[in-house]
């Protein structure tokens, strides 16, 4: 299967470190949020003319679709990169901290859109030895689970065919440059709900005059955490958290409504029916006991990453042939983190990796940073795994 020279591959890919470093720096520093990434689309897209990429813009909305053939081979694969940024506010105090403010690359999504195009300009290069297809896929909007599924309704894989596709995210936590690789369930579907509670409104010294939405949102946010300890089996996995409370402007005034946002993950349809469900049942039953009305709103249902056996085996033995068997592992539990690619999943073969981010700040943190040794490593498997697959 090996179609590459692991030392060479490497060596080579870590003399562009500086370039690449410079790309995710300034992609770090001009964080846009999901379906806004127009400086970012436009930056990747002049770069992948330059190479000679056929490319493709506007792909979904802000996505990016570039093509590449060499020989005559029939095969093609896809690799996807994610371009998002999130409204969160930067303290991770690097000298190319985002000049946006609200606005900051707390995933990584510079990192994966810099190893793509580390990838990309080897692939375009003289040294590279594939026969067929490499289609590079720049995803807009996956924080909020809408991006893949818009390239998708734009005709991504009708316009774009292939025959697998991979996808690669970093994790803090794993040793830095270290690979993880799981088959089947990867990781979570989410289900995101927003739930309005409309009391009514009065002055903080009349407390009696109010039907009061913070009491009410108060108990129904403790309410919950009851559904994972005590509706879901203990073999089975759910998370349940409110991430957002937002409810009033002043301390002697109460307001007429609070609003709370969830974050629901689940790996089994039935037990996501039934925390849903029991996420309804909750709210109505605790919105009658203090006597405020209740509404709930539901986004974009993602679904459960799915790896499929052969191109998982695949994708981890060329990870093995480039870094060695004692930096590549297999996740032994299903992340209930969420990703949009599963939508990719459900189209197409494929295999969604983890690369090691080293002992940093959580994903989603204010003071987390990718780890810029992972760019040209990142690369380096790109361009591996698409020499194997089209040799």
Known sequence: MKN????????QLQRSQAQLENIRHEFHANPELGFHETNTSSKVSELLNQWGYEVVTGVGGTGIVASLTRG??????????????LPIHEASGVKYQSACSGKMHACGHDGHTSMLLGAAQWLASDSANFNGTVRLIFQPSEEDMRGAQAMID????????????????????????????????????????TITLTGKGSHGSTPEKSIDPIVAGASLVMALQTIVS????????????????????AGNVIPQEAVLRLSIRSTDEDVRKN????????????AVCYGVTASIESAVAGVVLMNTPHETAFA???????????KVVDMPNTFMGSEDFAFMLKHKPGCYCII???DSPMLHHPQYDFDDRNLSVGAAYWVALTQSYLA
């Not at 590459?4 to 060596?11: G, Q, R, V």
């Not at 005590?230 to 402007?249: C, H, K, M």
């Open 230 to 249: 005590r509706n879901i089996a203990a073999q089975d996995q759910a998370v349940v958290s409110v991430g957002a409370f937002q409810a009033g402007d």
């Open 72 to 85: 005559t081979g029939t095969k093609s694969i896809g690799l996807r990169a994610d371009m998002d940024a």
């Open 154 to 193: 734009d005709g991504l894989f009708t316009r774009f065919p292939v025959d697998a596709v991979y996808g690669m995210h970093n994790m803090p936590g794993y040793p830095q440059g270290h690979m993880a690789f799981k088959e089947g369930a990867t990781m979570a579907a989410v289900d995101s709900l």
């Open 275 to 286: 925390v849903l469900q029991r996420i309804r049942t909750i709210t109505e039953a605790q």
């Open 4 to 11: 590459f020279d692991s030392a060479t591959l490497i060596s």
């Open 356 to 358: 090691g981010n080293g």
């Open 316 to 326: 981890k033995q060329v990870a093995v042939e480039l870094l060695g068997s004692e």
